[in-house]
């Protein structure tokens, strides 16, 4: 009889654990205008390069030019990190006339823009829990 009960507790609370999440840490380096904040979206494939994306967060640069932002209760998975300067705190990347950003923007892996974002998959990490820490430079055109 004990062991039927035990097995009905266990039963009904499985469903109760919490998911598992992962903290990831972005070091963005080589901002030149330290006025405003860095903003930082972590992305999966459907909204890499939008404003959607689920996990955010942000944080000053300090005078070297170097910012970290810490961002929690991502799942684990495969994502894209993207950071711009909000340099004047209006909270969307500004550009030209053209389309071309004026203000700074730096992808995971340091993956490069020509003509465009960098592809998903050149910026595409893999979040494991607890999480970890990642590095790359912003980019100015």
């Not at 030019?65 to 909270?91: K, L, M």
């Amino acid at each position: 009889m004990m062991q039927r009960v035990l097995i009905s507790v266990l039963l009904l609370t499985a469903g109760l654990t919490p998911a598992a999440a992962a903290t990831l840490t972005v070091n963005i380096t080589d901002v030149e205008d330290i006025d405003g904040v860095v903003r930082v979206a972590v992305c999966d494939r459907k909204h890499f390069t939008e404003a959607q994306c689920a996990y955010k967060g942000s944080a000053p640069a300090n005078a070297d030019g170097q910012a970290s932002v810490t961002i929690h209760d991502i799942p684990p998975g495969v994502y894209a990190v993207q950071a711009y300067a909000d340099t004047n705190n209006n909270d969307r990347l500004d550009t030209n006339w053209i389309g071309w950003p004026k203000e700074g923007m730096g992808f995971s892996n340091d993956a490069q823009m020509h003509h465009g974002p960098p592809s998903y998959d050149d910026a595409a990490i893999k979040l494991s829990e607890p999480g970890g820490t990642i590095r790359f430079s912003m980019q100015y055109f």
